[in-house]
């Protein structure tokens, strides 16, 4: 899939190093707007993310030859889990992120629902993932400072 220059591919374990930079760059202002610099996608290791290519299927986002975003999707019965979608914090509010979704999606085609997670004050993102009709089923105090949001489309 190709937006503006834009190619959305699979991913390989190679390419581990570069998604953990791009996922740190993107994840960084929601490490300050939550007050924690430990939020997971801040802390995962480039050995981590090489070992999610056993259980998740890892797209990329590519710009003139770097990787500017990434997302991540596996299959729990008969719902497809989504997560760490990152993009380079220059180039968000472009579409990168809504093709990376549709894209993803497009993978798992006998999924009856799909869902994922953000924190409740990643406005913007949850406002990205009611556009691609994402619904709000449940919420999660973690701390004082973060709530969970699950979202899922589907059944």
Known sequence: MTRESITVTEAHPDDAAEI???????????????????????????ETIRER???????????????VGAVRGKMKGTKCRIGRLVVEPKLQ???????????????????HAFELFTGHRSEKTIAL???LGYEIFRTQKESDTLTLVFMRKGN
């Open 20 to 46: 953990m930079a791009v996922q740190r760059r993107a994840f960084a202002p929601q490490g300050e707007l939550y007050d924690d610099p430990t939020l997971p996608p801040l802390t995962e290791s480039e």
């Open 53 to 67: 290519f056993d259980t998740y299927t890892i797209l990329k986002a590519v710009k003139n030859g770097t990787i």
């Open 93 to 111: 509010d472009r579409g990168i992120g809504k093709v990376l979704m549709k894209e993803i999606e497009s993978r798992f085609p006998n999924a």
């Open 129 to 131: 993932y009611k556009k």
